[in-house]
């Protein structure tokens, strides 16, 4: 997934505990195998090749994926696109080449594929259709979030009772640490990543952080974020991190992205609107504002 993977369980010994572990490498493993689109016959390039074509039969826990993909689309008005696989990475590189950003109109002719009403579900047959011809999906925006939901469901079978999995940074927490304190969690400061700005205990939730700090360009001495806003084709500015917390890692990590391109105003609006979902929001100038209910230590 591109991703690292750090998995931490609470077990008697540590031959338990190696055991468990690998029972959640291999579930990321066989997700990565079902979402990924760096091999010809996994289900999303299948669907991809296909675009404008014909409906692809899939696997239930694909079909379902994309369902609840498409919903987070919905509530957040497109922000939120799993078809956003059709944006021409050549001219996304974000590295030091990148001096200038396309003009809106070229931006604007890449973006035409991005839509999510054009993907077409069936539920009977458990088929996926990309309407249109050259349309792609790509799970970047909430695959590791689910691998990591997965992999916790799959320790929770084993009755595993407490654990972290930590997907670069995107965690799923649950259950106490052995002296019985919630797991302490570390908020990343933009400005120094490695550095927690402040720190929440919490157990059995998610949390899930879409920063500037990954991947920007900087142009004509204004930072521009790696994520792109779906409705233009160009890149947003203005927030530095965004910090979701929420009752499973999937949801975390999906609406991560989409409350950066949604803006603070509309980002904590609807955030609020959600229950049991939480956000913090640092802008280019330091400025922190979080949702409801939230206590920073």
């Not at 498409?70 to 990148?98: E, H, P, R, V």
């Not at 203005?238 to 989409?258: C, L, Q, R, W, Y």
């Amino acid at each position: 997934m591109g991703n690292i993977f750090t998995i931490t369980v609470v077990a008697v010994d540590e031959k338990t505990a190696n055991a468990h572990i690998e029972l959640a490498i291999a579930e990321i493993r066989r997700i990565e195998k079902l979402l990924t689109t760096y091999s010809d016959d996994s289900q999303t390039n299948l669907i991809n090749a296909n675009a404008g074509i014909q409906p692809v039969k899939v696997d239930e826990e694909v079909f379902n994926l994309i369902e609840r993909s498409i919903g987070i689309s919905k509530i957040t008005q497109g922000a939120f696109d799993i078809s956003y696989g059709s944006i021409d990475k050549s001219l996304w590189n974000f590295d030091k080449s990148m001096t200038k950003l396309p003009d809106s109109e070229t931006a604007l002719k890449m973006v035409h594929l991005i839509d999510y009403r054009n993907i077409i579900l069936d539920k009977e047959n458990t088929t996926v259709f990309l309407k249109e011809k050259g349309m792609r999906i790509g799970f970047g925006g909430i695959g590791k979030g689910y691998a990591a939901e997965m992999a916790k469901q799959i320790l929770l079978k084993q009755n595993v009772k407490s654990g972290i999995i930590n997907a670069s940074g995107d965690l799923c927490v649950w259950g106490q640490q052995p002296d019985n304190k919630k797991w302490t969690i570390g908020v990343a400061d933009p400005v120094s990543p490695n550095k927690p700005f402040s720190y929440m205990e919490i157990s059995n939730s998610a949390v899930a952080t879409s920063g500037n700090y990954e991947k920007y360009v900087t142009i004509n001495g204004k930072k521009y974020s790696h994520t792109i806003d779906p409705k233009t084709g160009l890149p947003i500015s203005g927030i530095k991190s965004v910090t979701i917390i929420a009752p499973n890692a999937e949801f975390a990590d999906a609406m991560a992205t989409p409350i950066a391109v949604m803006g603070i105003k509309a980002g904590l609006f609807l955030i609020d609107q959600i229950p049991n979902l939480h956000c913090i929001i640092i802008d280019d100038n330091n400025n922190i504002y979080t949702s409801k209910n939230i206590r920073l230590k």
